[in-house]
């Protein structure tokens, strides 16, 4: 299978409270997509306002 099973993602500022939220966040999508929830499900229910959301919507093939 070639599929993205993992997303890393930072914010601007290192360990910051918007970094580690980002991070948690990326490793919550990670463990759902190594667990088979296809991208689009995650997409369609975080949406893209977010950058986890736009991240997540690049792997699903959809327009951030």
Same mark, same amino acid.
């Given at each position: 299978l070639d599929r993205v099973r993992e997303i890393f993602i930072r914010a601007r500022k290192?360990? /910051?409270q918007a970094d580690r939220l980002v991070? !948690?966040?990326a490793i919550v999508? /990670?463990?759902a997509l190594q667990a088979g929830? !296809?991208?689009q499900a995650l997409a369609a229910a975080v949406g893209t306002r977010s950058p986890i959301?736009?991240?997540i919507a690049l792997l699903a093939?959809?327009?951030p």
């Open positions: 290192p360990d /910051s991070d !948690d966040a999508c /990670s463990l929830v !296809d991208p959301g736009k991240a093939g959809a327009q």
